[in-house]
């Protein structure tokens, strides 16, 4: 079936390498950026909105099953999802196995228009269901890669099962990015054990953390946690010889990305670019800020360590012992809970924790944004990291949209009597 899967996807394909890009305008401003070192990513998965943006100095486009979802929404490939619903059909899938090949069909079909448009690196991202799936995982990375290795980038997310997907992955030489990464700790955690291309820090939704829970202004925290990330990779690149890159995401204005630049890469949305392309941010204020150092938000009365805001930036010694001795095992004879299991055993059960289902169910009924209240005891008692916590409430509501997308995806294909779930 995947060979006739990956004949339908390429049917048509035809990239214009060194050229595409050239029909674009380049841009003073973003030359500025390019200067400090910082790699510049548009984050959506528009054709329209990254039209409107797009230059030169850009060089790659990330979506997520969120920006998917919108996509799907919009009835942007009613017209497809018949024709695809009409491949699947004879294979008598399991529900299961009907709804990861159609999200991979998909998410696949739309970055290759990206590729098309804009000569562009694109990543993509696998179903959700996958994220504690290490085999599973694996083979539909496998199936990303080679259909466009050129510029296909695959999104794989901290779990302990996509930690151990990645580091099999990235020695097979395929460009992972370690999505859904909120801390220094869990990049220095994801860059020594699996070596991916690319991981990232969240910075925006921590900001909407502080700010949501009464806890202060939010401002800066996502962004002393990426510089602080930033630094981790830095030290581990020099050290380990590791070729990771650090990602600024969950952006929310132009001024973070003022206030980031310099790290290896940003990852931006449409409406903050515009921002900085509008000229609403001063251009004598860039530069490369990653020697610095912010003060995050946070109300003085509080004490932060009851609520883990160390986890953002800190990577405690008995962390780094942890990994140390992790080195020394057959880390390819574990499994997602032995690694589970190691970290606990180790002192370092906060990080990768083993969540109960219904810890699972009452995150994903508070959205991206946990409210404090919750979960302010197994933070105090030290049990999860507010890192973990942000990590598990991103992953649920990736989730969500990745649902909604599989409904409608069933809809289209049940209303064309091609395919019946």
Known sequence: MSREV????????????????????????????????TELWLDTGSIEDAEALWVQEFSALTTNN??????????????EIPAMAALLGPYNLTERDWRLEFAFMLNAWHAMRLVERFEAYVSVEEHTELAEDVRGAVEYARRYYNLCPERFIVKVPFTPAGVLATRQL???????NH????????????????????????????NNFVSSNDLGSGVYVGEKAALASQRV????????????????ASL????????????????????????????NEPADDIGDQTGGEYTAGVRKDLDARKFRLETLWDVEPE??????????????????DDLVDFFDLHGCGDVLVRWSDEERSLVELQGKIPRLFNWEERLALREIGLDSLMNLAGLASFAADQRAMDDRVSEIAVAGRLYHV
């Open 6 to 37: 990956d004949i339908f996807l390429r049917a048509g394909f035809s990239p214009r390498y060194q050229e595409a890009k050239l029909a674009f305008p380049t841009s003073e401003i973003w030359k500025r950026f390019r200067g400090t070192g």
């Open 66 to 79: 969120s920006l998917l979802n919108r996509e799907i929404q919009s009835g942007r490939y009613d017209a």
């Open 170 to 176: 990235s020695r097979e030489g395929i460009p992972i």
């Open 179 to 206: 999505t859904l990464g909120f801390s220094a700790r869990q990049n220095y955690v994801v860059v020594r054990i699996a070596r991916p291309a690319f991981v990232n820090v969240f910075l925006g939704r921590l």
């Open 233 to 248: 990779v830095r030290e581990i690149r020099k050290r380990y010889g590791a070729g990771t890159r650090q990602i600024g």
């Open 252 to 279: 929310r204005n132009g001024k973070q990305i003022v206030d980031l630049a310099g790290l290896d890469v940003m990852t931006m949305p449409p409406t903050a670019a515009q921002e900085v392309a509008a000229g």
């Open 319 to 336: 962390l780094v012992a942890c990994v140390d001795a992790l080195e020394n095992e057959n880390l390819d004879g574990f499994s997602a």
